[in-house]
């Protein structure tokens, strides 16, 4: 190669410096000949030299940009692809004008045959009026017009069931080399009618249906449509299958969010770069370490410390000590098992006594006429709850009455009505529960416009209370009677009583208050005792100087005669029985 190159250099320059010269036309011809016979020896010694370097430099670069050009060309992508759409009633006030279903027959008529397309609609419940089928233009017209089922007049949200129907159609009927998607399209929460069972799906399609279509290559593409969906759901299950998340706001977006998954699942997987492997590096051997042995250790030292004897004193000592700590821990013990059953013991006392009471239904708005309130609270709502083993309910089947409208508990020895931030209200006699109000017998409670009564028995059978008519000796009473009272053994007939008489019925009445000198009649019920006998209460009597007329008195008129103020006493004396009656005498007015 280097002879030829040298030579060719040679030729060019004795060309150059003759080419002024005119030389005759064999010369040149003859030069050319021998410079072409030259250049092609060049050639062929070069190629005996190295063969390989026609291999390495020209063909691997031509059959390297014509097998990448047919394969861009003949790629062919299969793809399996399932859209979920939401048919609640609340679509139609975001969609007023159908657009979610122009997007979705635009989306279907991009595809090319090598695509199957399924429509799975949700709502209260979950169809599947078209399964995967090859969207060629044959199909093409049956998968558009299952559309027309979407028509917006569901009640509820059942968007995990719709994507479960969706996981398994593509696990059962999908094609293994396909790519399979999920199109997932709702403007709303989970809504099933039951907020527990809300939180359970809920649960469920993050934690079990978004694992299981990751572990089955689907992908789900998630659109929130409106702020009101739940994107922090759609987001999190776009996330865990490795797919995308989108948001429209509004109807007129719907139609690019589409344009964008129709670009994403029919973009061609990118070629797996190709990973050299190193050849192996030459193992080297090492030689074998020299293992030196280490030296034995030495022999421990083993030093001998005699035995300590505990004397008999100190033994003594210990088992004292050690006994008195085990009867102090045993009697800790059962101060404290005394305490805590004590404290269990009054605990059930307070939870098993619970006054009588019932709630009754004035206008048979609930399944009985008469409830029975215990120790479980009661819970007045639209719909019953699952949680019996804490909660009665008293379901009132009206659409004014809040799923958890009120509460009934029973607490310090009285039961108590709270509100649930009900929007219509709950109000007892009237007045509206802003906060606990305790409830009495009698008592009418409404909720909106269903009246129920709070009814507790034993206040009932206990009546009322009754007031007293005790007459107090220092009030005036008015006294019709037209006869006096006589004193019995009394023999004066003028009425009079001598100073002698006033001082024995004085000191021998059997009295527990001093009438003459009270000064109201609430310090005389404080002094007053009643006893076994008939008590005697006396006027003020008068003076023995000032004489006084003795009007007649008859006991049967006594009965319808109004009271004046008069003076009951007791006989005293020697002889009197102690069953006969006692002698009414009327004051001097």
């Known amino acids: 190669m280097y002879k030829f190159i040298i030579k060719l250099s040679l030729i060019l320059f004795i060309t150059s410096v003759f080419a002024e010269q005119e030389l005759p036309d064999d010369v040149v011809d003859n030069a050319l000949e021998s410079a072409e016979a030259e250049l092609l020896d060049a050639e062929e010694e070069t ?27 003949t790629f062919e992508l299969i793809k399996d692809v399932i859209l979920v759409l ?12 159908f657009l ?19 429509i799975v ?56 080399e396909a790519q399979k998607s999920i199109i997932f399209m709702t403007d709303g929460i989970v809504d099933t009618g039951v907020p527990e069972k809300d939180l359970q799906k809920s649960k469920w399609l993050r934690e079990d249906l978004a694992p299981d279509a990751a572990d089955n290559d689907i992908k789900i593409f998630g659109i929130a449509f409106t702020d009101e969906a739940d994107f922090q759901l759609i987001q999190s299950i776009a996330q865990k299958t490795d797919g995308e998340y989108y948001r429209a706001t509004k109807a007129e977006d719907l139609q690019g969010v589409f344009e964008q998954i129709n670009d994403i699942i029919n973009k061609p997987p990118e070629p797996e770069p190709i990973i050299e492997t190193p050849e192996p590096a030459p193992v080297v051997v090492d030689p074998a370490p020299v293992v030196v042995e280490p030296a034995p250790p030495p022999p421990p030292v083993i030093i001998e410390v005699p035995a300590q004897t505990m004397g008999q004193e100190e033994r003594v000592r210990s088992i004292i000590i050690i006994a008195a700590a085990i009867i102090l821990t045993i009697t800790l013990l059962g101060i404290l098992l005394l305490l805590l059953r004590r404290n269990r013991e009054l605990k059930a006392a307070e939870s098993a006594y619970v006054q009588e009471a019932y709630i009754n239904d004035l206008q048979g708005k609930t399944d009985k006429q008469t ?24 379901v009132v089947s009206e659409s004014t009455i809040g799923r958890r409208h009120a509460l009934i508990e029973y607490k310090d020895y009285s039961f ?6 009900s929007i219509n209200g709950t ?11 305790r409830l009495k017998h009698g008592d009418r409670i409404r909720l909106h416009k269903c009246d129920f009564e709070f009814i507790m028995p034993e206040m009932e059978d206990s009546g009322m209370t009754q007031i007293s008519n005790t007459v107090f000796a220092n009030q005036p009473t008015v006294d019709d009677s037209e006869e006096a009272t006589q004193l019995r053994d009394h023999d004066t007939t003028d009425g009079d009583l001598t100073t002698g008489e006033y001082e024995s019925v004085k000191d021998s009445a059997d009295m527990d208050f001093d009438i003459t000198g009270t000064d109201s ?67 001097d007015i």
């Open 47 to 73: 190629l005996t030299e190295d063969p390989a370097l026609f291999e390495e430099e020209i063909i691997p670069e031509i059959t390297t940009e014509d097998t990448f050009d047919y394969d861009q060309e």
């Open 86 to 97: 939401d048919n609640s009633g609340s679509m139609k006030k975001n969609d007023p004008e």
């Open 100 to 118: 979610v279903s122009k997007a979705v027959r635009e989306f279907i008529s991009q595809q090319d045959e090598n695509t199957r397309v399924g």
């Open 121 to 176: 609609i949700f709502d209260q419940s979950v169809r599947l009026p078209v399964a995967l089928t090859d969207a060629s233009l044959e199909n093409r017209e049956k998968i558009l017009n299952s559309i027309e089922d979407i028509n917006y007049k569901g009640l509820f949200t059942d968007s995990p069931a719709g994507i479960e129907r969706a996981i398994y159609e593509l696990k059962n009927n999908g094609r293994s």
């Open 371 to 394: 409830h029975k309130l215990g120790n479980k609270p009661t819970m007045f709502g639209r719909v019953a709850g699952k949680d019996t083993d804490h909660l009665d309910y008293i």
């Open 416 to 421: 108590w009505i709270i509100d649930q931030g």
């Open 427 to 437: 109000f007892v006699n009237g007045e509206p529960v802003n906060s606990e109000v």
């Open 521 to 587: 009649p609430d310090e005389l019920s404080d002094l007053y005792e009643p006893d076994d006998e008939e008590d005697t209460v006396l006027r003020d009597l008068p003076d023995n100087n000032t004489p006084t007329e003795e009007p007649e008195f008859n006991l049967d008129e006594s009965d319808d005669s109004d009271s004046e103020d008069e003076t009951i006493m007791l006989d005293d004396g020697d002889g009197s029985d102690p069953d006969e009656d006692a002698t009414i005498r009327k004051d």
